[in-house]
């Protein structure tokens, strides 16, 4: 300002003076700098290169010199790139008449703006038909910047636009992705940069069906069938399938296979072998959409047919040691029977044999090893075929019939056991099915199960104990017997009846007296002192005044042999306290 204030009453008397002398010094004439000024933007980003130039009338020709802070340069255009971001600039720019030394200095001001810049697109994967989401968009600026976006379905030119950093949509029924563009624009530059983003809706499960690689719902027991479950899925679907009760689990191969319109068609496997012979069975496939849990169900009824099948000849049961027969069902025309027995070849003998064609199998008898799986294995035009089978059971028993003492063994034909004990038995028989069980002591049901306890009396009153095992089907019934024996003790006594104790008492002290006795078995004990009568093996005796002598008397009785001994003892009593003069 004080350059300016200087030049310009300066100017002014240049300017008067070579106007007043321009028609005598025509093409000599100096003037200037005026008009004097600075052209370019007034906003600049970083990181973009600008140019200014600085102009003027003057003649002769001015030189210009520019200041920005403590920066100069020479010339009329000054280039500008700023590197980072920085306070508002102010550019100064001197024009100098060369000729007369004068000049002028102008300023321009510059705004200084950044971005935008790294704009982001941030929200969910993945959309769901009819849910809502939301996507933020963010982009570097300074000093700030407005949003604007723009959605379109791919493929599709209409679209909804939006204001603001955050955009909530809600895909169209129809959609199977959406284009999002999100603009950033800088609020002073007015610089915008923009991002678009594809995201697939999720769609479906629709349309499903399920097939049968065979082509046909009609199904062979013990054949092994591929089954597709085929959905239209974005992005994709997991899977359950149900069959006779059994699921599968959901993660079986799944291959997009083609693409129908814009729908991505999906599919499951399932393999498996048909082991129920139900007539009709429903075959079921769950779909389930991974994004946005939506399900589908559909089911196909299977027709179970048995083509060979092994049936028995008769309703009769097959009992051990009775003739019995299986018959093979369904062969045409078979080129060869095999029997199979737990899938191993069967061997024939006299008493399993094969009729002439090998559709009949023979037992004569049944026995108890001939339980197992059957299956007759058809070689029938060129196709070997083998059906489900016949699981047959062979009712048997009882056999072996044993009483035992568990973890002791078998009885054996007599139980010797002592009065007042307890003997855990079990009644032990090989029997299909199990057989059910009945105990006998003495001629009376006691016991109606496998598991019984012998509680003898005092005295032991023995007997006969049978055990009859019966077989709940076949009705037959088997037994085994042992003889329940006393352990009778040794009897003897009482003999040898002693008291022991001191030989003499103190008066006012107690004193204590045993009595024993041989006895068997053991004997009880009656007291007699001083006329009073007690029980029990011992006694306890206090004199409570001075006598010269006392007797007690202590009599055994042996309760079995009923017999009684008795001993008699004469103690002497002294009293320190009494004085006999
Ligand atoms: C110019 O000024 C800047 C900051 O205003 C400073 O960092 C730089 O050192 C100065 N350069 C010179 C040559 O003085
Ligand atoms: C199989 O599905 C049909 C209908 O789809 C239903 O009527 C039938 O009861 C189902 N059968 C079984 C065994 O679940
Ligand atoms: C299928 O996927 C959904 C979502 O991931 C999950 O919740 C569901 O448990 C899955 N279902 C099965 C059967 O795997
Ligand atoms: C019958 O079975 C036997 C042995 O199981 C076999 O050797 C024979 O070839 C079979 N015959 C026919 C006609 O299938
Ligand atoms: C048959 O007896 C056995 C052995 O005592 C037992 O494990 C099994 O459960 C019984 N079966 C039935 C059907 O009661
Ligand atoms: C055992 O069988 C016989 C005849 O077979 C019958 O008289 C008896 O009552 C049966 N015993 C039991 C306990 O079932
Ligand atoms: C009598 O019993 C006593 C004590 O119990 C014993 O010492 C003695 O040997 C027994 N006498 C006879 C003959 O058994
Ligand atoms: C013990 O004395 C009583 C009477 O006091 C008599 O009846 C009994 O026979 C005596 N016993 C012996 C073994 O002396």
């Given at each position: 300002?004080?350059?300016?204030?200087?030049?310009?009453?300066?100017?002014?008397?240049?300017?008067?003076?070579?106007?007043?002398?321009?028609?005598?010094?025509?093409?000599?004439?100096?003037?200037?700098?005026?008009?004097?000024?600075?052209?370019?933007?007034?906003?600049?980003?970083?990181?973009?290169?600008?140019?200014?130039?600085?102009?003027?009338?003057?003649?002769?020709?001015?030189?210009?010199?520019?200041?920005?802070?403590?920066?100069?340069?020479?010339?009329?255009?000054?280039?500008?790139?700023?590197q980072?971001?920085?306070?508002?600039?102010?550019?100064?720019?001197?024009?100098?008449?060369?000729?007369?030394?004068?000049?002028?200095t102008?300023?321009?001001?510059?705004?200084?703006?950044?971005?935008p810049?790294?704009?982001?697109i941030?929200?969910?994967?993945?959309?769901?038909?009819?849910?809502?989401?939301?996507?933020?968009?963010?982009?570097?600026?300074?000093?700030?910047?407005?949003?604007?976006?723009?959605?379109?379905?791919?493929?599709?030119?209409?679209?909804?636009?939006?204001?603001?950093?955050?955009?909530?949509?809600?895909?169209?029924?129809?959609?199977?992705?959406?284009?999002?563009?999100?603009?950033?624009?800088?609020?002073?530059?007015h610089?915008?940069?923009?991002?678009?983003?594809?995201?697939?809706?999720?769609?479906?499960?629709?349309?499903?069906?399920?097939?049968?690689?065979?082509?046909?719902?009609?199904?062979?027991?013990?054949?092994?069938?591929?089954?597709?479950?085929?959905?239209?899925?974005?992005?994709?679907?997991?899977?359950?399938?149900?069959?006779?009760?059994?699921?599968?689990?959901?993660?079986?191969?799944?291959?997009?296979?083609?693409?129908?319109g814009?729908?991505?068609?999906?599919?499951?496997?399932?393999?498996?072998?048909?082991?129920?012979?139900?007539?009709?069975?429903?075959?079921?496939?769950?779909a389930?959409?991974?994004?946005?849990?939506?399900?589908?169900?559909t089911?196909?009824?299977?027709?179970?047919?048995?083509?060979?099948?092994?049936?028995?000849?008769?309703s009769?049961?097959?009992?051990?040691?009775?003739?019995?027969?299986?018959?093979?069902?369904?062969?045409?025309?078979?080129?060869?029977?095999?029997?199979?027995?737990?899938?191993?070849?069967?061997?024939?003998?006299?008493?399993?044999?094969?009729?002439?064609?090998?559709?009949?199998?023979?037992?004569?008898?049944l026995?108890?090893?001939?339980?197992?799986l059957?299956?007759?294995?058809?070689?029938?035009?060129?196709?070997?075929?083998?059906?489900?089978?016949?699981?047959?059971?062979?009712?048997?028993?009882?056999?072996?019939?044993?009483?035992?003492?568990?973890?002791?063994?078998?009885?054996?034909?007599?139980?010797?056991?002592?009065?007042?004990?307890?003997?855990?038995?079990?009644?032990?028989?090989?029997?299909?099915?199990?057989?059910?069980?009945?105990?006998?002591?003495?001629?009376?049901?006691?016991?109606?199960?496998?598991?019984?306890?012998?509680?003898?009396?005092?005295?032991?009153?023995?007997?006969?104990?049978?055990?009859?095992?019966?077989n709940?089907?076949?009705?037959?019934?088997?037994?085994?017997?042992?003889m329940?024996?006393?352990?009778?003790?040794?009897?003897?006594?009482?003999?040898?009846?002693?008291?022991?104790?001191?030989r003499?008492?103190?008066?006012?002290?107690?004193?204590?007296?045993?009595?024993?006795?041989?006895?068997?078995?053991?004997?009880?004990?009656?007291?007699?002192?001083?006329?009073?009568?007690?029980?029990?093996?011992?006694?306890?005796?206090?004199?409570s005044?001075?006598?010269?002598?006392?007797?007690?008397?202590?009599?055994?009785?042996?309760?079995?042999?009923?017999?009684?001994?008795?001993?008699?003892?004469?103690?002497?009593?002294?009293?320190?306290?009494?004085?006999?003069?």
């Amino acid at each position: 300002m004080v350059q300016l204030s200087l030049c310009l009453p300066l100017l002014l008397t240049c300017l008067t003076g070579t106007t007043a002398s321009e028609g005598a010094q025509s093409k000599t004439a100096n003037y200037g700098p005026s008009f004097v000024e600075i052209t370019g933007v007034s906003i600049v980003t970083v990181g973009i290169p600008y140019a200014f130039q600085c102009s003027a009338t003057c003649s002769p020709a001015c030189t210009f010199s520019w200041t920005r802070g403590n920066q100069t340069a020479q010339g009329p255009e000054l280039r500008l790139e700023l590197q980072v971001r920085v306070q508002p600039q102010v550019l100064i720019c001197v024009a100098l008449n060369p000729a007369t030394g004068e000049s002028v200095t102008v300023k321009k001001t510059l705004q200084v703006t950044e971005g935008p810049s790294d704009i982001i697109i941030s929200g969910p994967d993945m959309l769901s038909n009819g849910q809502s989401s939301t996507f933020t968009c963010l982009a570097d600026c300074y000093p700030s910047c407005l949003y604007t976006w723009t959605v379109g379905s791919e493929g599709q030119s209409t679209g909804v636009t939006s204001e603001g950093s955050s955009l909530t949509i809600t895909p169209p029924s129809d959609a199977m992705s959406e284009k999002l563009t999100c603009q950033a624009q800088n609020s002073v530059s007015h610089l915008f940069i923009s991002k678009t983003t594809s995201v697939w809706v999720a769609t479906g499960p629709d349309d499903i069906s399920i097939s049968n690689q065979a082509g046909s719902n009609t199904v062979i027991l013990g054949s092994t069938y591929k089954f597709f479950c085929i959905v239209y899925c974005t992005p994709s679907c997991n899977y359950t399938w149900t069959y006779n009760g059994h699921t599968y689990p959901g993660d079986q191969i799944q291959v997009p296979i083609l693409h129908k319109g814009d729908k991505r068609k999906v599919m499951s496997k399932l393999v498996f072998t048909i082991s129920d012979y139900t007539h009709t069975e429903n075959l079921t496939c769950k779909a389930q959409n991974t994004i946005s849990g939506l399900t589908i169900v559909t089911t196909a009824t299977l027709t179970v047919i048995d083509p060979i099948s092994v049936q028995p000849v008769s309703s009769t049961l097959p009992v051990a040691g009775q003739v019995y027969s299986l018959h093979c069902v369904g062969s045409q025309n078979p080129a060869s029977i095999l029997w199979t027995k737990d899938a191993v070849p069967l061997p024939v003998s006299s008493r399993v044999s094969l009729s002439l064609q090998n559709t009949t199998l023979s037992f004569s008898p049944l026995q108890q090893s001939d339980g197992g799986l059957y299956q007759c294995v058809v070689s029938q035009g060129g196709q070997s075929l083998k059906g489900i089978g016949y699981q047959l059971n062979v009712y048997y028993g009882p056999v072996d019939v044993a009483i035992v003492r568990p973890e002791i063994g078998p009885v054996g034909p007599e139980l010797y056991v002592s009065p007042g004990s307890t003997t855990g038995l079990l009644c032990s028989s090989e029997c299909y099915p199990n057989c059910s069980y009945t105990w006998i002591y003495n001629g009376k049901p006691v016991a109606l199960k496998a598991a019984f306890s012998l509680t003898s009396g005092t005295p032991v009153q023995g007997g006969p104990l049978t055990c009859v095992a019966n077989n709940p089907v076949t009705k037959e019934n088997s037994s085994s017997e042992t003889m329940v024996i006393p352990i009778v003790p040794f009897l003897d006594g009482p003999s040898n009846v002693t008291i022991s104790g001191p030989r003499s008492l103190d008066v006012g002290v107690k004193a204590t007296f045993r009595c024993s006795a041989q006895c068997s078995p053991s004997c009880s004990f009656t007291w007699t002192v001083y006329g009073h009568t007690m029980t029990g093996s011992t006694v306890d005796v206090t004199v409570s005044r001075y006598v010269p002598t006392e007797s007690l008397s202590c009599e055994a009785h042996n309760s079995v042999t009923g017999r009684t001994a008795s001993v008699n003892e004469t103690l002497s009593v002294s009293d320190p306290h009494w004085c006999g003069c």
